[in-house]
């Protein structure tokens, strides 16, 4: 079993948002796998930091410009880091 860092946890979690036009918390939680504590601590830090965006009204989450960004720089270095892996 491979153990997830952070980062490809929040990575997943700004996927999901994008991905889904009703993205709500439990559909989050089972596509990204994760617990509801796990959900729990890392939303707050992808709200906080504006990558994320609750709408009260229809309790759904969404990702920013600013989150999507995020997530292309990380999909590039995901890459990189592959590519980099294989030729080894």
């Not at 079993?1 to 439990?26: D, F, H, P, W």
């Not at 796998?33 to 709408?55: C, I, S």
């Not at 995020?70 to 294989?86: A, C, G, H, P």
Request: proline share 2%.
């Amino acid at each position: 079993m491979k153990y997830r860092s952070n980062i490809e946890i929040l990575g997943q979690i700004l996927q999901v948002a994008n991905g889904s036009n009703n993205a709500t918390k439990t559909k989050i939680m089972h596509r990204a796998f994760l617990g509801y504590n796990q959900l729990k601590d890392h939303l707050m830090p992808l709200t906080e930091r504006d990558l994320l965006r609750y709408d009260k009204h229809t309790p759904t989450l969404k990702t920013t410009e600013k989150g999507l960004r995020f997530l292309e720089i990380y999909n590039q270095m995901d890459e990189m880091l592959k590519v980099t892996s294989e030729r080894q």
